[in-house]
């Protein structure tokens, strides 16, 4: 097992998602577009997401979307791997990301990652 | 007509209402708290929603809530009204409002006015 001076990643378990949370991680250009490109696929490195933000504040922007319960990362070896929480994200609040998404696809235009 | 010093409130027209926006000031408790009770009722005079923040920062909060678009506000001779604007909402996001008031209630309850 590999050792890591990184801090643990901390992840909200599902019944503790809080909407308010959700909604202000959804609520910047930059967080929408990593959770819209997260929809479309399994899992993706952080480094490679269509936006054009600086490192440190990519880096914020995953925390703020880890911590608000929108996505799920863990570390590879050289990388760290995001996933949407759509299952848990379904279950705490029904229908809520499927509409946002809608909602964003219809103003926005869906994105070409 | 009676004058006002009062600045002249504007509201986005619908097809300008920006979702980030939406989300952004859908995303803090006294806003949602407004918005919540205003789904339950046609109209309502801005003193008298069940809040407890000073009148500056409600103040700010309907602001907020007016210029994403949620609320539309019109001057009385001695108060403000403010109105949901939930068929607008719905012409631009389809079933956002509703998903996302119904996740509110799912974990914060019903408010009672």
Redesign the interface.
Known sequence: MSRTNRRALTHPVTEEI????V??A????TR?TIVRTLAAEPERACGTFPVDVAPSTLSHHFKVLRESGLIRQREEVNRRMSMLRADDLQA?????LA??L???D???GPVSP
Chains 1, 2 share one sequence.
């Open positions: 809080d909407l308010l949370d909604l202000h959804l609520s910047d250009p929408m705490r609040f029904p229908g809520l509409t946002v809608a909602a964003w219809r103003t926005a």
